[in-house]
């Protein structure tokens, strides 16, 4: 296969699933009903949605028919077993506990690390986990390079953490009130940036230093591994199944969500080593999510992550997986639209604050963005941005550090000729977005505004 230069989609389509052809005029009634607002649309009135990556992948016939092999004894299902031994051929942590998402696994672990006075440090906190921390009364600190703070900077593992930031905080602060480190891999909310296994060695050294474990969000390890492979010296001619085995040795445990990289509709997990903890987190399981060989998920959810875990480690999906995000990337750079370099593993992020410049942020040139890709071509994005980001308890309002829209890829799900069509219409919506206007917010919650809020066009 090497000396052809395109990378073709490693499966061909087995069950067809029809997308709605709507008109722009139905789009404008839709999105006006909407309350301009993408979460308030019906999925069938949207053609490519690009909204997220999280459980909205295909899987695959032999999931499918894993999910046949479901089986839904309440305790001791051999799908539990099917699913233990799954995961940890990959993460041999002591004690599995899974959960019917990733924010359950977090809800739980931290409900037991967390708490007032208590500090956890990541690259990057996903907005649920420090939501999370939070909530305990726990406070959340990022610590990415100073790479990763910039969007337009190309750098291999933007994700990584700052290890001298790293260790001045563990060393300012007793090790007692530090429970743990966390690395998200990918980094989500820094753009899918990857972290090196350099990075995670670095964080692992610090970690024994202080005795403080060391834990993962490992959403996207498979992702999170093909870049290490592919652009970490030494790498290239590992498996990835080998990468993914030792960047769970230099960890003390981990929560997922095999929304993600389990390549399933629903699901996820919380792995430690350690034996306490291990059951003060199973105590918390039967209150909240159920029975510790299910917790949440009924036997064919288990199957499915189980065969999902198999197939998301094999480098001709991976090759692909990441190949065809950086296709979007790339052809959308060469356009001359602004995005967040370089292109991360499962989603590309318009830069709307560069490409609206006369929309200022307090009128969401994000939102402006997202709604015309909707209008003109059945697109939906997510705002990222000062909708999602500006509102403030003391109920002020400010610009967000960046108004983004980010186009996330669902795995295994759109095609070559879905993504020509994508770029196809962001540009045009780019070379026209001067004509683009700003638009306010009309009706609003207290919080988490931007699932919720409908906003009026400017005229
Ligand atoms: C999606 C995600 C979560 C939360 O998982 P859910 O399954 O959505 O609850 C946590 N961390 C990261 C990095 C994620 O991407």
């Not at 009135?45 to 690009?50: G, K």
């Not at 990733?102 to 500090?119: C, D, H, N, Q, Y």
């Amino acid at each position: 296969m090497e000396r052809w230069q395109t990378i073709i989609e490693p499966f061909r389509i087995h069950s067809v699933e029809p997308i709605r052809i709507t008109s722009r005029a139905e789009r404008l009634g839709a999105i006006e009903e909407a309350g301009h607002n993408l979460f308030n649309l019906h999925a069938d009135d949207v053609l490519i949605d690009l909204l997220t990556d999280s459980g909205t992948g295909a899987m695959s016939r032999d999931q499918w028919a894993a999910v046949q092999h479901g089986d839904e004894s309440y305790a001791g299902s051999p799908s539990w077993y099917a699913f233990l031994a799954s995961v940890q051929d990959l993460f041999p942590f002591r004690h599995v506990i899974p959960t019917h998402q990733g924010r359950a696994a977090e809800k739980i672990l931290f409900s037991v690390i967390g708490g007032p006075g208590k500090t956890i440090p990541n690259n990057t906190h996903f907005d649920t986990t420090r939501a999370n921390v939070e909530f305990t009364g726990a406070e959340a600190v990022d610590l990415v390079i100073e790479e990763g703070r910039h969007p337009e900077g190309e750098h291999p593992f933007k994700g990584n953490m700052d290890l001298g930031r790293l260790e001045a905080l563990l060393a300012e602060r007793t090790p007692a009130t530090i429970p743990a480190v966390l690395v998200t891999i990918t980094n989500n909310s820094g753009g899918g940036q990857p972290v090196s296994l350099e990075n995670l060695r670095g964080v692992r050294a610090i970690c024994d230093r202080f005795g403080v474990p060391l834990f993962l969000d490992a959403c996207r390890f498979a992702e999170n591994a093909w870049f290490v492979k592919t652009r970490e010296p030494g790498q290239a001619d590992r498996a990835v199944r080998d990468i993914v085995r030792e960047i769970a040795s230099l960890a003390d445990g981990m929560t997922m969500s095999a929304k993600k990289d389990g390549l399933a509709n629903i699901g996820g997990w919380l792995a430690v080593n350690d034996d306490r903890l291990a059951e003060q987190c199973r105590n918390l399981l039967i209150l909240t999510e159920g029975f510790p060989t299910y917790g949440g998920l009924a036997g064919r959810d288990l199957e499915a992550i189980a065969q999902g875990l198999r197939e998301v480690v094999d480098e001709d999906y991976l090759r692909y997986r990441i190949r065809s995000t950086a296709y979007l990337g790339d052809a959308l750079a060469e356009a001359g639209v602004p995005t967040v370099r370089p292109i991360g593993g499962h989603a590309v992020y318009l830069d709307a604050r560069a490409l609206l410049p006369h929309v200022p942020p307090l009128r969401y040139p994000g939102q402006a963005l997202a709604v015309a890709l909707y209008v003109e071509g059945g697109i939906r994005g997510c705002e990222i941005g000062t909708v999602m980001f500006g509102r403030h308890p003391d109920g002020s309002e400010t610009p967000a550090a960046m108004d983004l829209v980010r186009l996330a890829i669902p795995r295994r799900t759109y095609t070559q000729s879905h993504v020509d069509y994508v770029v196809e219409v962001v540009r045009w919506v780019a070379e026209r977005a001067r004509d683009l206007r700003g638009y306010r917010i009309v009706d609003e919650p207290p919080a988490l505004r931007h699932f919720t809020a409908r906003f009026e066009p400017l005229v």
